[in-house]
């Protein structure tokens, strides 16, 4: 009986302890979460401020008098050097940008990766070596080359430039991602539908293509990350009418007439960010499941 | 007639490494042929190579009197079961059957008639709409059969097709194969280094090793008289008992001298030793070593051995003893007398007695 009673004691003791360890975990967990949270929290709130309360009030305090004006000036009103038309060419500027240089990254690097996996041909690793040194290549030592490659095609400063830098500068990446998904799909596979008849384009269509959405989504993300925030390139083969929305919203931010609007900057920095975010909280869960996917099970 | 399969003389390399030398087969209509040999001596290879998926390195290849060496996988009406079985994961049983015909534009009806027709050949109706991955073992086995049988190919290929099963789900499906070759006629190549199963299935067994053929024949012959030592091992369990002995010739006939473990050598005579070299090794299988008084006849002699242990399995009784340095195993009924550390007179029926040299393993007589 005694040793019952010191047993259970103990036990609910282990209980207790296990319980608090758990309360300081999430205490821990929520405090990295308000300190990563609190940039964003700054930023909204002061997007949603007045300039006037802005100067007057505290950086952390909710705003008094909610306001959409700056959301407005730094969509559609606010100056870019010369220029005042807001951030919203320039984001439709990124949109036709990111779009197709993701896809075709993406698709690009689908193929690669079939190729390098399973189309084995004299070469293929040293082929597919290089293409990992591609990853590695700082951007700094591709401008100069890049540019002169440009001027070369006539797309210099053109949308279709940039599409084509940042494909040829994904294809590293994206061919990682597939190859190393894809050789993990037994080999079997192929050849079963070989005997079937498939060629190369069938198998990769009806076979490959069906089982890559985990790895489709990984790179989808991973890309359109990249190539949406990307400044480097950005400022660098584009022109006037061409700018990507990160070169247009330093301009904005840098823009040195008048006195500084806070609200406008941040307002602005949010929505160049909105796209990202969106594309995180869409396919987020995918992404974590696509990065751990191991083999495919027959 | 024509063979279905010819192979003349192929070579197959790896880079510099030889994995296939100076392979010779032919197969005729309806034969069931199994290729048989330890893990890595080149089965699948071989496979891979009569099916396409590897360019061979030399020789030529015929299938349906036409030469197939160059011609493309899909070109070569052959139908193929992989030992994972290679189910394409993301479609269901039904669209894995027809995915063939599908490529090959059949048209849609011929695609559900033949589709149904399998389907209840292997009796998989149930599974047409499901996934691969919601199979178990022995289903996802019978749909790779499925995807084969569908086309209706002048020559199938199996690539250990049994065992990722269980052991009972093995001994099944084995005899519904031997069933399904009987009913269908056709032709098949079937791998496997289980040499039971060899047995059981094949019209003719190749025996391989390191990429060189040991033996082709029918499953009595291989059993019989195996062409080498490695053959007279490898096939039949327990193993052949193969035992150092000394022929000592004597005019009409010859001696055969083996040494035991205790007390001076047996002696047996045996025609068929004559003109045999002095050293040979001696191969019996368990079932023509018997006890004394339970086989007689012309053949079959008696020497009294000491028994070293008694292996009760069923119906049989292995009874292991040491002659030529070497254990040796008779099958002997269940009730038999033996019992370990005492002696017991054996009989041995040198009828089916193999030959072999000790030193090229090749068979003597
Ligand atoms: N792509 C390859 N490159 C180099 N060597 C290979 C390749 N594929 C197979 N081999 C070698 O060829 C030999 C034969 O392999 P194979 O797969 O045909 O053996 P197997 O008889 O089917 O064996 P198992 O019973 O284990 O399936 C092995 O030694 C293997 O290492
Ligand atoms: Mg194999």
């Known amino acids: 009986m005694m040793a019952d009673l010191s047993l259970n004691q103990s036990a609910s003791e282990a209980n207790f302890g296990k319980i608090a360890l758990r309360w300081l975990l999430y205490a821990l967990l929520g405090l990295f979460a308000l300190y990563y949270l609190l940039p964003l929290f700054v930023m909204v709130t002061t997007s949603l401020k007045s300039l006037e309360e802005i100067r007057t009030g505290s950086l952390v305090t909710l705003p008094r008098e909610v306001t959409f004006d700056a959301w407005k000036t730094a969509w559609s009103g606010a100056c870019t050097g010369i220029q005042c038309e807001g951030l919203r060419p320039y984001f439709w500027n990124s949109v036709l940008l990111a779009v197709p240089a993701v896809f075709l990254s993406t698709l690009i690097g689908a193929l690669n990766g079939y190729v390098v996996a399973q189309w084995k041909f004299k070469g293929a690793n040293l082929i597919f070596s290089l293409m990992l040194f591609g990853c590695f290549i700082p951007f700094q030592v591709v401008l100069l080359p890049m540019a002169r490659m440009l001027g070369l095609m006539g797309i210099a400063g053109t949308i279709p430039g940039l599409i084509f830098v940042h494909v040829i500068y994904g294809i590293g990446f994206t061919t990682l991602f597939f190859r190393n998904y894809y050789v993990t799909i037994p080999s079997e596979l192929v050849k079963a539908a070989k005997v079937d008849g498939a060629n190369f384009f069938r198998i990769f269509w009806s076979i490959f293509l069906p089982l890559s959405l985990p790895i489709i989504v990984v790179t989808v993300i991973w890309q359109f990350t990249q190539i949406w925030n990307d400044f480097l390139f950005g400022v660098s083969f584009s022109q006037a009418g061409t700018q990507p929305i990160t070169v247009a919203l330093n301009n904005i931010v840098n823009s040195t007439t008048g006195v500084k609007e806070y609200n406008v900057d941040m307002a602005a920095a949010i929505i160049a960010a909105l796209p990202t975010l969106f594309v995180y909280v869409v396919a987020g869960k995918y992404f974590i499941r696509g990065l751990t996917a191991g083999s495919v099970k027959g | ?365």
């Open chain 2, 1 to 365: 007639m024509a063979p279905i399969l010819e192979i003349q003389t192929l070579f197959k390399n790896y880079g510099s490494t030889e994995i296939l030398k100076d392979i010779n087969i032919a197969i005729e209509p309806g034969d069931f042929l199994v290729l048989v040999g330890p893990s890595g001596c080149g089965k699948s290879t071989l496979l891979n190579c009569i099916a396409g998926l590897e360019p061979i390195t030399g020789g030529s290849l015929h299938i349906g009197g036409k030469d197939m060496t160059h011609v493309s996988p899909k070109d070569r009406d052959i139908a193929m079961v992989f030992q994972s079985y290679a189910l394409y994961p993301t479609m269901s049983v039904a669209k894995n059957i027809t995915f063939g015909m599908k490529v090959r534009g059949v048209d849609a009806a011929t695609q559900d008639r033949k589709l149904a027709e399998v389907a209840n050949q292997l009796q998989i109706e149930p599974l047409l709409q499901r996934r691969p991955g919601q199979l178990s073992g022995g289903q996802r086995q019978r749909v790779a059969m499925g995807r084969a049988l569908v086309r209706d190919p002048k020559l199938f290929l199996f690539d250990e097709p049994l065992s990722n099963l269980d052991a009972k789900l093995r001994v099944e499906m084995r005899s519904e194969i031997k069933k399904l070759h009987q009913t269908l006629g056709a032709t098949m190549v079937y791998v496997t280094h289980d040499q039971i199963e060899a047995m059981t299935l094949a019209t003719k067994i190749v025996v391989m090793k390191g990429g060189v053929i040991q033996q082709i024949g029918t499953p009595a012959e291989i059993y019989n008289t195996p062409a080498n030592l490695f053959v007279a091992d490898f096939m039949g369990s327990p193993a052949m008992n193969l035992i150092p002995a000394k022929v000592m010739q004597n005019g009409g006939g010859a001696r055969i001298e083996i040494s035991r473990g205790q007390g001076g050598p047996i002696v047996l005579h045996d025609p068929k030793a004559e003109g045999l070299p002095e050293d040979v090794i001696l191969g019996l299988r368990p079932e023509d070593i018997a006890e004394a008084g339970f086989r007689a006849g012309e053949g079959v002699q008696e020497a009294e051995c000491l028994v070293d242990m008694v292996e009760p399995a069923g119906a049989d009784t292995y009874v292991v003893s040491e002659l030529g340095g070497k254990q040796i195993t008779a099958r002997m009924h269940a009730e038999t007398s033996a019992s370990a550390g005492s002696s017991l007179t054996f009989a041995f029926d040198l009828n089916k007695v193999s030959y072999f040299a000790p030193e090229t393993g090749d068979r003597l007589n």
